[in-house]
């Protein structure tokens, strides 16, 4: 038997038929590619943790329910009491859990462009994928399209972004509500740029069953840690934590991120910062020939460049040190788009400076 015989054999074609989701080698560049938080903690807050993770018992097995974290992140995101919320290994978990539990010939619908994982792991798991196409001159939801496709496949779930990415920009609100009206399914409002902005759906939780907001703690600025929580009606919340492995939120994790929010002040004065940046980058990148920045609510922002001229100047930028998102290649809406994470002043100057020397 050969390899390929041997592949196709025990690998399911939905499996062979995808691409590997691929992080591109930051080594040795100003990182501008991942929507991360550029800032580390100040030292007298790292020796604190540092005695805080000293006491971790790493021999015994994590709390599996993790109740304390669970506690914390309920007062610290405003979480309902009424509601309930499962963890994650990453918001990237909690969608797997969200699909793995669908019936078999399930349907997942989500606005494209959005996040790649929604359809990445839809088709990894055989579910039926439904990507609706926003709106060309906006990036809006297209309400219509997305009334229409509710009506004929019967979503089981809807993804919804909010900020949306790649894009950046907040759907309409309204538009979100006549859609969790209008589906039998479920509604995920995926609010993983929650810190960029002062809009949310957390406070209707209570008011739709059918409603659950993701959230992850990455873009606060605890990337490395890996932790994403959903949050919503206690009946589903027990539902999904059937599929949930056990100790799938390792202790290093529960401690640090319990430690880490206790110092809201510290991530509250990054978060303007990059704010801050966000505008100012903005306004730069408005006065540039041929580029064109779309408004973000995120830690990213958009930008349109001249035709066919995107993957050039995305090359130009490495060669001077600096690495964004070329989604050019993704092709539709995306189509001559770069992406460029909001890093500290100093990165976004060299990045602003190498971007006028490529176009």
Known sequence: MTEQELIATVIRPEIRALNAYKVADATGYIKLDAMENPYTWPEEIKAQWLKVIQTAELNRYPDPEAKTLCRILKEYNQIPAECEI?????SDEIIQLLLMALPADATVMAPEP?????????QCLGLNYQGVPLLADSFELDLAAMLTNIKNQQPEIIFLAYPNNPTGNLFDSDAIEQLIQHTKGLVIIDEAYAPFTDFSFINQLTKYKNLLVMRTVSKLGLAGLRLGFIAGNPGIIKQLNKARLPYNINILTQCSVEFALTHPDMFARQTEILCHERARMFLQLSTLKNIHPCP??????LFRTAKNKATDIFNTLKEQGVLIKNLSPQKGLLSDCLRVTIGKPEENNAFIKALKSAI
């Open 114 to 122: 959005s996040f790649v994982m929604y359809k990445q792991v839809a």
């Open 296 to 301: 973000s609510a995120a830690n990213f922002i």
């Open 86 to 90: 499962l963890l994650g290994n990453g």
